[in-house]
């Protein structure tokens, strides 16, 4: 993995995981975390990525999070970690929807999915991944 994708992987980490409003911020957290950046390079980043602001928050989302949440929000209704798994319910016939657009939201913690009519499974690597994947699907209906 180059500098750059690195680069890229804490910038969609600090986002899902922080309300970052500025470029600056951004640049804060990179150089904390070791990388020598500008605020030009992070508002190319910026672009490539298709980061949005929030309407009513001001802070960035990545564009794969905004369609995740619109449809675990619109069509789960039960998110149940099970030992390594996370079994979603959906409203019959959006199950595969959901699991492509969960997989789109590179999620680091599923290694898989498995979707049917109304039903997802979620692989993550052990039960507290799966707790915590749970939590954070659980969180996008917020």
Request: charged share 25%.
């Given at each position: ?23 600056g ?36 989302v ?19 970690p ?29 290694i ?31």
């Amino acid at each position: 993995m180059t500098r750059r994708d690195t680069r890229i992987d804490m910038i969609r980490e600090f986002v899902r995981t922080n309300r970052i409003k500025t470029q600056g911020e951004l640049v804060e957290l990179l150089t904390a975390r070791g990388f020598e950046v500008t605020q030009a390079t992070i508002s190319r980043d910026i672009t490539e990525m298709g980061l949005k602001k929030k309407q009513g928050g001001g802070y960035y989302v990545l564009p794969e999070d905004i369609f995740v949440r619109r449809m675990v929000k619109d069509l789960a209704y039960e998110i149940i970690p099970a030992q390594n798994l996370v079994v979603v319910k959906t409203l019959s016939g959006a199950a595969q929807g959901v699991a492509a657009a969960l997989d789109g939201a590179n999620l680091e913690s599923i290694i898989g999915s498995v979707a049917g009519d109304d039903t997802i499974m979620l692989i993550a690597a052990d039960n507290e991944q799966a707790k915590l994947l749970a939590q954070a699907i659980q969180s996008l209906k917020n």
